[in-house]
């Protein structure tokens, strides 16, 4: 990727009311509908959310590891654009994700994309929340992505019968000041998602969600399931969850509960 301004990870890391200045040509909407979008005429739409949980910052690089706060979903945002203007897709970027309120759910979404892929998600697996069908599943899985659960992004908030995964990009700690992204991690994912990419250019292939799709979230309240409840995992390390965060939408196992709490700002 080269490093044109827009291009720079930097970029993507200033507070979020400097970025809605900066995107202010592509914004749609206003308050918490408000959403930026490039249409670049493509036939898969890349999607990312601006808003995080901690004030997002780059504090330095270490070897393979970029230090900061913000990465989810900063990160997710720097690679959606750089990936749209590489192969002309369309992108969209939310706000209100983190509270459960993605601002997604108030675009209108073109229904002959071949697939939506978002950029936010921990480690190096993907997830589908119910939202892809198997053959997508084994179409990634066949370029070394790895399958996993999860419980809500962006996708699960648009109004499509598109098939939509969520991508790890290798970020670390996401709600955390000690955040990180792996570099190593992260390009390795995207290197399969340009195989992926060339391949689903070469077939035409338009994925669709399944007819009733299974949803990995709506949980009962924070800190408890009702009975009525399905299993969920954690979204940081795949365990059993058994704690909810009613504000973010996430899952958590005990462990990665109490390491949160102790590191969160």
Same mark, same amino acid.
């Given at each position: ?147 996993? $659960? %999860?419980? !809500?992004? #962006? ?8 098939? @939509?995964? +969520? *991508? ?53 309240? $924070? %800190?408890? !399931?009702? #009975? ?8 940081? @390390?795949? +365990? *059993? ?25």
């Amino acid at each position: 990727m080269t490093k044109t301004t827009s291009e720079h990870i930097g970029y993507w890391f200033a507070p979020i009311e400097e970025l809605y200045k900066k995107l202010a040509n592509n914004q749609l909407g206003s308050g918490p509908e408000a959403r930026f979008f490039w249409d670049n005429g493509g036939k898969v739409l890349l999607v990312a959310h601006m808003d995080t949980v901690v004030c997002p910052h780059i504090a330095g690089k270490r070897k393979n590891l970029l230090y900061g706060a913000g990465f989810d979903d900063r990160a997710g945002c720097w690679l959606a654009y750089n990936l749209g203007r590489e192969y002309d897709y369309d992108v969209l970027l939310c706000d209100y994700e983190e509270s459960g309120r993605s601002s997604g759910q108030k675009h209108n979404i073109k229904q002959d994309y071949q697939c939506i892929v978002e950029l936010d998600r921990e480690g190096e697996d993907f997830v589908d929340y119910g939202l892809a069908d198997d053959d997508l599943i084994k179409a990634l899985e066949k370029h070394g992505f790895r399958h996993s $659960y %999860g419980s !809500f992004t #962006d996708i699960c908030a648009l109004i499509t019968d598109v098939a @939509c995964v +969520n *991508i790890g990009i290798g970020v670390k700690h996401s709600h955390s000041c000690d955040s990180y992204m792996d570099l190593d991690v992260m390009a390795r994912q995207v290197s399969r998602l340009r195989e992926f990419f060339d391949e689903l250019a070469k077939s035409g292939i338009c994925y669709k969600q399944p007819e009733q799709p299974k949803r990995y979230f709506g949980f009962s309240g $924070y %800190g408890e !399931f009702d #009975d009525n409840d399905e299993n969920y995992f954690c979204d940081f @390390c795949g +365990n *059993i969850a058994v704690i909810t965060d009613e504000l973010t939408g996430y899952y958590y196992c005990q462990d990665c509960y109490d390491y949160e709490c102790r590191y969160q700002v």
